[in-house]
């Protein structure tokens, strides 16, 4: 007769630590989740009203560095330039999950310094950008495929520090 034993004691710390890991792994993913979206959110409000010369306070709860001068520059032409998003329209966010494809090599810095990266994208093929007459810009509207690098910052909160973003076909995340 053979008698049968649960796992042994090694077995059950490297199953103990795989499931921190995955657990931890999980808690930073939803918070990737959570402030990719909440910078969406706020991008749409501000695309919106035709961008702004001075960022909302709200969002340096998303976006540091880099990645937060560029969106302040983003916004600011956005202004200059009288160009907001088609009133009574909305972009769809598509994802985010977890970045797995390949590594661009100009970002090789950023992907060693990140805590997560995530991939979404931004379809705005319904909600394009329009200038002050009502006429879609070029390169308006469409799917845009993002790459976030996030870290945390000085106030223990995950941010978006570095991006990658390219205009597709069609989105490679599925919602």
Known sequence: MVACSGPSASE?????FHNSVSAARDALFEEAKATNQGFFDLEESLLLQGGTQTP????SRFVMGEFADDVSEHNAIVQRESLRTRPG???ALIGPRIYTGPDKPEMADAREQASIIIESCTDSTS??????NNHVVENGGGIAHHIFFLRKDVDNNLKIFVSWTG???????TA
């Open 12 to 16: 059950k710390a490297s199953a103990s």
């Open 56 to 59: 909302p306070p709200d969002m």
């Open 89 to 91: 329209t909305k972009a």
């Open 127 to 132: 909600s394009p950008i329009v200038d002050r």
């Open 167 to 173: 205009k597709v076909e069609t989105c490679p995340v």
